[in-house]
């Protein structure tokens, strides 16, 4: 299969082509050459709960509708059995304005804050670790084949971390297949938008994998087990908390995938090693894009 063609298989893929999403800029490389290249663009998204504003965040500006709900249900500011009665975007004021049937208990956590696309910040609440209470994830094992195809696939395909880098993917499985693939500015943004169309669509969290190019920090982990995912693997490494985290609530944490290599820090009891890895394909030059966020 062509690396364009796999995108079809996905029920969301990245779309390098959009316009909105990046711009061409010119410059000088190193020998003094001109040099013109694609970068992402970044804008603004306001969002509201009911009445109240909630936060700014910077975003590529695709799917602000999913991202508005993954970032209430990861901050713990929308319940999952809240009724949502109603999730409004206007592009032209930047704004998102999610409506529950009651007023949440969440409303008043906030002042205003911006939520910045450097990969250290993201707004980070001191309620999300308390979320994590009574967060029972399934026993599920995961068959290494499965993650080396899942790999596989993900760095082939096109996107938007491929073709201008400077951006982070997430990208929600289901054995070896690749479901939904978000990319945003900032690696946060790209789980919650995961998060929202997990909400949107009903969709089951028990038998899922998610997949990210970003490092393990203590958010991600949290993130992800408050979705009731329970297996995270990235490309890249870990932090001493995050690992910490994931060995307390059993969340499996894979890092450092890349080719036949990969760690296991939390839950190797539940993998499945069912493939040689000297069978495995390394990682072909051109989809390592240089530059792209660790």
């Not at 800029?25 to 013109?36: I, K, Q, S, W």
């Not at 999952?80 to 998102?96: A, M, R």
């Not at 999300?128 to 760095?155: C, D, F, W």
């Not at 609530?249 to 000297?278: K, N």
Request: a negative charge; charged letters at 25%; proline letters at 4%.
């Amino acid at each position: 299969m062509n690396d364009e063609d796999l995108a079809k298989d996905y029920l969301i893929a990245p779309d390098p082509s959009a316009v909105r999403l990046t711009r061409r800029v010119t410059g000088r490389d190193h020998d003094g050459n001109e040099a013109t290249i694609s970068v992402v663009e970044e804008r603004p998204l306001t969002i509201y709960l009911n009445s109240r504003e909630i936060v700014t965040a910077m975003t590529i500006g695709d799917y602000p509708e999913y991202l508005a709900l993954g970032f209430l249900l990861n901050q713990g500011m929308l319940m999952p059995d809240d009724d949502v009665t109603g999730v409004q975007y206007d592009e032209e004021l930047e704004v998102v304005v999610v409506r529950t049937a009651q007023e949440t208990n969440h409303e008043e956590k906030l002042a205003k804050k911006t939520r910045t696309s450097g990969c250290a910040v993201g707004t980070v609440f001191g309620d999300m670790m308390e979320g994590l209470e009574g967060v029972e994830l399934p026993n599920a094992q995961v068959r290494t084949s499965e993650l080396y195809a899942l790999a596989h696939k993900i760095n082939r395909t096109p996107s938007l971390y491929l073709e201008a880098g400077a951006i982070h993917g997430t990208v929600l499985c289901q054995g070896n297949r690749p479901l939904v693939y978000m990319e945003d500015v900032g690696r946060h943004n790209a789980v919650d938008k995961i998060a929202g169309w997990m909400f949107q669509e009903g969709a089951d969290a028990g038998d899922k994998v998610l997949y990210t190019t970003g490092r393990l920090t203590s958010e991600m982990v949290i993130k992800t087990a408050m979705m009731g995912i329970p297996v995270l693997a990235s490309r890249s490494g870990f932090t001493a908390w995050g690992v910490e985290i994931a060995q307390q609530v059993g969340l499996t944490l894979i890092g450092r995938m890349r080719g036949q290599r990969f760690v296991c820090l939390s839950g190797e009891e539940r993998l499945l090693r069912d493939i040689d890895p000297a069978t495995v394909r390394e990682e072909d030059k051109k989809h390592r894009r240089k530059g792209a966020p660790q």
